[in-house]
């Protein structure tokens, strides 16, 4: 067994007992770093009521705690699912050099875990989603962005 295979069936693991134990959903992640797991997280959204507490971010969040840093390309992801688009972003924003996962997102929707509908939702124009961004300006003195150039200098 190579050490995908090793990783991905630890993801595979924390899935099935987070589920098993009646925590949350079946989902479960690890974050590698030169070959050793930093971080692992559960999908933790039926426990805390937080919809983002997938266990992508859970385990983000964990391996940024542990390495003191958001950047983590240096890391890579391992998934016991095909991200949603949330986690997807997260992957990007979190710079890892590679994403690993077990199961598709076809195999989710058969048991009604599909999110095949957010990623249409967001193909679509903003004017056309479900959700509507409305744009309202700001009546203050400050702008944050200016401020945090500002603070950057």
């Given at each position: 067994m190579n050490?995908?295979?090793?990783?991905?069936k630890r993801a595979v693991e924390l899935a099935c007992t987070?589920?098993?134990?009646?925590?949350g959903k079946p989902f479960g992640?690890?974050?590698?770093?030169?070959?050793?797991?930093?971080?692992?997280g559960v999908n933790d959204v039926l426990e805390t009521h937080?919809?983002?507490?997938?266990?992508?971010?859970?385990?983000?969040r964990e391996a940024s705690?542990?390495?003191s840093r958001p950047d983590l390309s240096d890391c890579e992801?391992?998934?016991?699912?095909?991200?949603?688009?949330?986690?997807?972003?997260?992957v990007y924003w979190a710079k890892f050099k590679a994403f690993y996962y077990a199961y598709t997102e076809e195999e989710a929707?058969?048991?009604?875990?599909?999110?095949?509908?957010?990623?249409?939702?967001?193909?679509?124009p903003a004017d056309k989603r479900v959700v509507q961004l409305v744009r309202v300006e700001p009546d203050?003195?400050?702008?944050?962005?200016?401020?945090?150039?500002e603070s950057q200098a």
């Open positions: 050490s995908t295979d090793v990783f991905i987070n589920t098993r134990d009646k925590k992640a690890v974050i590698v770093k030169d070959g050793r797991i930093i971080a692992e937080d919809p983002t507490a997938h266990a992508e971010i859970q385990a983000i705690r542990v390495l992801l391992y998934a016991s699912g095909e991200p949603c688009p949330m986690c997807l972003a997260a929707s058969r048991i009604g875990m599909s999110t095949k509908f957010v990623y249409d939702q967001l193909a679509l203050s003195p400050e702008h944050p962005y200016a401020v945090w150039k």
